[in-house]
């Protein structure tokens, strides 16, 4: 494994992101999903978790999730199926949660899982 460079040094660095594009070790964990997740402590799990669903119930809207890393994309959209599936399986609290202003996740579709 590669050691980090340093990320707030990177053009459109946003500490919200949880991989960040120019960072070498970032980009290969962004290629490589099971190294990324491997990697996660359960305080970045939850992040990114937070962050994939935001990402979709916003329909991609920047000033919900700010600025997404080419390098975090397919963690999240892998993330994000995992939730779809976990949804159909009867976990409902991936749907809504009003406290958190968040707006409800339309019902999975087998659109969704292509």
Known sequence: MAAHDYHGAHENYDERQILHDGCGECEYRGKH???A???????TFARAWERAY???ASDGDHDVVGP????EVDLLNVLWV???H????GWKWLTYSPAAGRKP?????DADLR
Do not use: C, F, G, Y
């Not at 996740?105 to 579709?109: D, G, L």
């Open 86 to 89: 976990l949804q159909r399986l």
């Open 105 to 109: 996740v339309p019902p999975i579709t």
């Open 82 to 84: 995992v939730q779809l």
């Open 68 to 71: 997404v890393a080419d390098a």
């Open 37 to 43: 997740l491997a990697h996660m402590d359960r305080d």
């Open 54 to 56: 935001n990402l979709k």
């Open 33 to 35: 999903i099971e190294s």
